[in-house]
């Protein structure tokens, strides 16, 4: 019987990389009313009145502010939730998630 080598090793490196993040935007617009904009970032976002405040003046104010960041799966179900919101009240109210660098 030929000397047959079968104990082969395998090694395996595990590299972990951190997962993308996702900045969740509230977008301006004319006709959802300022108390609205602010109750849903306090409902959808879990933020206190003071910080929905200052989210909700800084996108009044410069077009755009941005809310939170999440994972994307997070980030989606947050947009989807209170674009949902606006949507069910007749408002334009707009949320949009984009990529980090
Ligand atoms: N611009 C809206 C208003 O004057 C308020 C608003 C703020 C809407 C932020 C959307 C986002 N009623």
Redesign the pocket.
Known sequence: MPNVITDRKTTTATRTERPRLYKVI?????????EF?VQVLRRVFRITEAESDVV??T??QRGA?VVAVFTREVAEMKVQQANDLGREHGYP?AFTSEKEE
């Open positions: 509230l977008l301006n617009d004319d006709f959802t009313p300022r904009v909700m003046m996108a009044h502010c109210l």
